[in-house]
């Protein structure tokens, strides 16, 4: 298992523009800026852990074993290479984003790493369906959820895992649902869970797991380490701060709510006044498909719409784009606020307040300056 200090070096190598948080577990995320690409590089992809990193797979990445047992006819070990041979190659674009994402701006502030907006990004994910691998090992009537087993141990030196997550079956048999060995054409890299990994379109990045090496079907609701509690659970109920937490008040995050980011122009901008001023970023939802875009550079007082691009792929962010006439001099404050077909729309200053700071997704406020003529 790795140390702290040879992770850090890893990730000051690999990805040295990205924010490291000062944590006992490798999390780090990019700055808004650095995602202004519709595809992100691996380079400026947040880097998200809850424990060690298991030590780095040497040998042959075909040979990486992947096993499916429990709820099954047919329980079956393959490597990864077999995978390949054996099962139909998929590509999916999709938002990978952690559901602390925003956590800085709950007040009080909860538990967990204190993101900002950078714990996302849009990659295009290759694999094979996980439905195709489970349907090959006969899915019992009785089956109802994944585990998921990874080597990553807690950063306590307890030797337990690191996190052991799950999906309900309907989304495990999900045609976007994969077992993925590359990201934006290149083999999966270690730090985003080389050789293999889960991708689940939609969930949480909690519910992708990384490092995967077997993966059991459950006759009841997955309880492995970081599935109990509060972990990667919402309140059924409102919960304020400071009351008692009922557990079982808690649901399982399994949809990821409408958000947007502004990703030009970035934070503290300059601007010659009585200009244009184009604004431009992504917005993405979790399963309901997005609607529109709106933007302000008045602090929310008027809202503008924004041109949205046309959707690529179901679960890939999409492009907006709006153009306004901007007075000054001063102070100025760009919002971006996404809707979707239900009618969802991101809350202008937080979602609601819960202990472990899940679901953020405020609208992305950008504050500049515009200057008079010298």
């Not at 040979?63 to 393959?78: I, K, L, N």
């Not at 109990?228 to 079982?248: H, I, K, S």
Request: glycine fraction near 10%.
């Amino acid at each position: 298992m790795s140390t702290i200090e040879s992770e850090r070096r890893l990730l000051a190598a690999l990805k040295p523009r990205l924010r490291r948080f000062d944590d006992n577990a490798l999390n780090a995320e990019a700055s808004p800026e650095l995602l202004d690409a519709a595809i992100t590089p691996v380079e400026s992809f947040f880097v998200r852990n809850n424990g060690w990193l298991p030590d780095e797979y040497k040998g042959d990445g075909g040979a990486w074993p992947f096993s499916v047992d429990g709820e099954v006819e047919r329980p079956e070990t393959w490597t990864l290479l077999k995978l390949r041979e054996n099962f139909k190659t998929v590509s999916i674009t999709a938002v990978l984003e952690c559901a602390g994402y925003g956590r800085d701006g709950f007040s009080p502030p909860t538990d967990g790493v204190p993101w900002g907006r950078g714990p996302v990004g849009c990659a295009r994910w290759t694999g094979v369906r996980l439905a195709d691998v489970l349907r090959a090992c006969g899915v019992k009537p009785g089956a109802v959820y994944t585990g998921h087993h990874s080597a990553d141990l807690q950063a306590d030196g307890s030797g337990r895992a690191a996190m052991s997550r799950g999906i309900p079956v309907e989304k495990a048999m999900a045609p976007e649902t994969l077992l993925a060995f590359e990201m934006n054409g290149e083999p999966l890299s270690f730090l985003h869970g080389g050789p293999l990994r889960v991708a689940v379109p939609g969930f949480p990045g909690s519910a992708w797991q990384k490092w995967i090496s077997r993966l059991e079907l459950r006759d009841r609701e997955h309880d492995g380490e970081k599935m109990r509690g509060t972990d990667y659970r919402l309140p059924v109920v409102p919960v304020r701060p400071g009351e008692p937490v009922n557990e079982a008040q808690f649901k399982v995050i399994t949809d990821m709510p409408v958000n947007s980011l502004i990703t030009a122009p970035a934070q503290n901008f300059t601007h010659a006044e009585n200009s244009a001023l184009e604004i431009r970023g992504f917005a993405w939802s979790g399963h309901v498909p997005l609607a529109s875009v709106t933007v302000s550079a008045d602090g929310g007082n008027e809202w503008h719409a924004a041109h949205l691009e046309d959707e690529v792929e179901r679960f890939a962010w999409r492009r907006f784009r709006a153009t306004l006439e901007i007075a000054g001099p001063g102070p100025v404050e760009l919002m971006a606020r996404a809707t979707d077909i239900a009618g969802r729309t991101q809350p202008l200053d937080s979602a609601p307040w819960n202990p472990r700071g899940y679901g953020n997704n405020a609208v992305h406020r950008v504050r500049g300056e515009v200057r008079g003529k010298a």
